[in-house]
């Protein structure tokens, strides 16, 4: 059974450009959730997705939004970008949102200029 | 707001020594997690404690959690160096719909285990 696979893979962009990463989650899983992994503030939780509606969102501006398409894709959006947006966004999938393991895919490493 | 923390945040240690890392969290917590992740790497998942005195094991790691005291251990028996890696302990909480409200990560754990 394929993985959790994120694209792209590496991203660079510059100071107010607006970038968007997109999720595949495991054939089945229905929940997407997305995480933030900078060396300073660790790993922080972004949004939660399950039948395209967002369930939960964690402590982020606006210019962070997502959705998630009939088939459980998962997109997520950052407009305006800012240097501090440089991080590593994972993706994790589960069967669903109650459900105990969340699977993470490889991330797409971004890099604000 | 619920808290996570870990610590010893580095450690390193030698082949063949036992170790204890150690996570604490501020709320009660319904599930928790610990995951391991190798440089340049995702999270791999380890462990989920689900109760109170919970204990899990696979190969050299084993996993405790005293829902009491709030705390959460990672044991390292007879350390090698393929265990080398920075360990995540997670919490979550169950909304009263049943979903979960997203995972809080401690810092991590960044061992080093030495030949």
């Known amino acids: 059974k394929a993985g959790v696979t994120q694209t792209p893979r590496y991203l660079i962009k510059t100071r107010g450009q607006q970038v968007t990463l997109s999720c595949s989650p495991i054939?089945?899983?229905?929940?997407v959730s997305w995480y933030q992994q900078t060396p300073g503030q660790g790993l922080q939780f972004l949004f939660e997705?399950?039948?395209?509606?967002?369930?939960n969102k964690g402590n982020f501006p606006g210019r962070f939004s997502g959705r998630q398409f009939s088939n459980s894709r998962s997109e997520m959006n950052v407009s305006t970008l800012e240097l501090g947006d440089s991080a590593l966004y994972l993706c994790?999938?589960?069967?669903?949102?109650?459900?105990?393991?969340?699977?993470f895919g490889p991330g797409t490493r971004l890099l604000v200029l | 707001e619920l808290k996570v923390e870990q610590n010893p945040l580095f450690l390193s240690m030698q082949e063949g020594k036992n170790y204890t890392i150690y996570c604490n969290y501020s709320?009660?917590?319904?599930?928790l997690y610990w995951y391991r992740q190798d440089p340049g790497k995702s999270l791999e998942s380890l462990f989920v404690?689900?109760?109170?005195?919970a204990v899990k094991q696979e190969g050299r790691l084993m996993a405790s959690l005293d829902t009491k005291a709030r705390l959460s251990t990672l044991h390292i028996t007879a350390a090698v160096h393929d265990l080398s890696a920075t360990y995540f302990c997670?919490?979550?909480?169950?909304?009263?719909?049943?979903?979960?409200?997203?995972?809080?990560f401690g810092k991590g754990t960044h061992l080093i285990i030495q030949p």
């Open positions: 994790a999938s589960s069967l669903g949102p109650s459900q105990e393991t969340q699977y």
């Open positions: 054939s089945g899983h229905r929940s």
């Open positions: 997705y399950f039948s395209e509606t967002q369930r």
């Open positions: 709320t009660t917590s319904d599930r």
């Open positions: 404690l689900l109760s109170n005195g």
């Open positions: 997670a919490v979550d909480i169950l909304e009263s719909g049943g979903g979960a409200d997203g995972l809080t």
